[in-house]
């Protein structure tokens, strides 16, 4: 079974300027989670989408950060403009929905904001 | 807001010996997930627990769960270089929502 898959692995951009990753999830997982990790930290959830619905985003900083899924699969986050303390992982990760919670990581992208 | 707690933040532990991690939450919570993430690697899930006095185990890790005290424990024993990571415990109630402990950073020395 193929696993999460998100790109690029690695992104290194100044400050102000744009960014997108992409999170295509395990086949059937009908909720997608992006995370945050600073270093050093624990995954801060910034969306959750439930099908190509909204379920959670009250931690996404919303006047730089957007997520989309369309047709209920893959997601892209972005984020314009970016600041110095985006630089984290973005972890994007799905489940299943008869196993609520048990989330399956993608091997995440990494940002550097100079 | 849920609040999730580990402690030791950081552990340095010999081969062979034994030690617990622990992992305290502010409200009461449906599940309790505890995660291993390597360096530079994303997470990988090893325990579920589901209920009071839910223990579980794998190899060298036991998982427990005890929902009045909100507290989890991961118990090593006998640790093996090959344990050495970051440890996160994750709760969640209702919505599927995880929040995450600031997880422990578990260095196995020889």
């Known amino acids: 079974e193929a696993g999460v898959a998100q790109s690029p692995r690695y992104k290194i951009i100044e400050k102000r300027q744009s960014v997108a990753f992409w999170c295509n999830p395990i086949?059937?997982?009908?909720?997608l989670y992006w995370y945050q990790q600073i270093l050093g930290q624990g995954p801060k959830l910034l969306i959750q989408?439930?099908?190509?619905?909204?379920?959670?985003d009250s931690q996404l900083p919303k006047d730089r950060f957007s997520a989309e899924r369309l047709k209920g699969v893959d997601s892209t986050l972005k984020i314009q403009p970016a600041k110095l303390e985006d630089s984290a992982v973005y972890l994007c990760?799905?489940?299943?929905?008869?196993?609520?919670?048990?989330?399956?990581f993608g091997e995440g992208s990494r940002l550097t904001v100079l | 807001e849920l609040k999730v707690e580990q402690n030791p933040l950081f552990l340095s532990m010999q081969e062979g010996k034994n030690y617990t991690i622990y992992c305290n939450y502010s409200?009461?919570?449906?599940?309790l997930y505890w995660y291993r993430q390597d360096p530079g690697k994303s997470l990988e899930s090893l325990f579920v627990?589901?209920?009071?006095?839910a223990v579980k185990q794998e190899g060298r890790l036991m998982a427990s769960l005890d929902t009045k005290a909100r507290l989890s424990t991961l118990h090593i024993t006998a640790a093996v270089h090959d344990l050495s990571a970051t440890y996160f415990c994750?709760?969640?109630?209702?919505?599927?929502?995880?929040?995450f402990g600031t997880g422990t950073r578990l260095t196995i020395i020889p």
């Open positions: 627990l589901l209920s009071n006095g």
């Open positions: 086949s059937g997982h009908a909720t």
């Open positions: 409200t009461t919570s449906d599940r």
């Open positions: 990760a799905s489940s299943f929905p008869r196993a609520p919670g048990e989330l399956f």
């Open positions: 989408f439930q099908n190509n619905g909204v379920v959670d």
């Open positions: 994750a709760v969640s109630f209702g919505n599927e929502k995880l929040t």
